[in-house]
């Protein structure tokens, strides 16, 4: 994957405080990497699926079923197997 690759952090915040390569990666439907990422930090808890949130926008688990990527919700949920 191109941005652990390059030393990008996988659970490092925008300048915003909007999203993670985590987010933004679920929120686009890129399951490869949502897989990767989840491997490099860690499955999230399930019954803490905002434990990566910071902002009022949501986690990644909110993005992916905002926009029906439900591949990449099943993994946020079920954990990277």
Partial sequence: M???KHGA???HWDREGLATPLITAA???HVQA???LLKKIG???A????ALK?????SALIW???ARNTACAKILIEGNK
Avoid: E
Avoid at 47 to 50: Q, V, W
Avoid at 54 to 58: M, T, V
């Fill in 54 to 58: 910071k902002s009022s926008n949501g």
């Fill in 47 to 50: 019954a803490n699926p905002n």
């Fill in 43 to 45: 499955n999230i808890p």
């Fill in 2 to 4: 191109q941005l652990r």
């Fill in 64 to 66: 992916s079923i905002r």
């Fill in 27 to 29: 929120a686009y439907g």
């Fill in 34 to 36: 949502v897989k990767s």
């Fill in 9 to 11: 952090l996988s659970d």
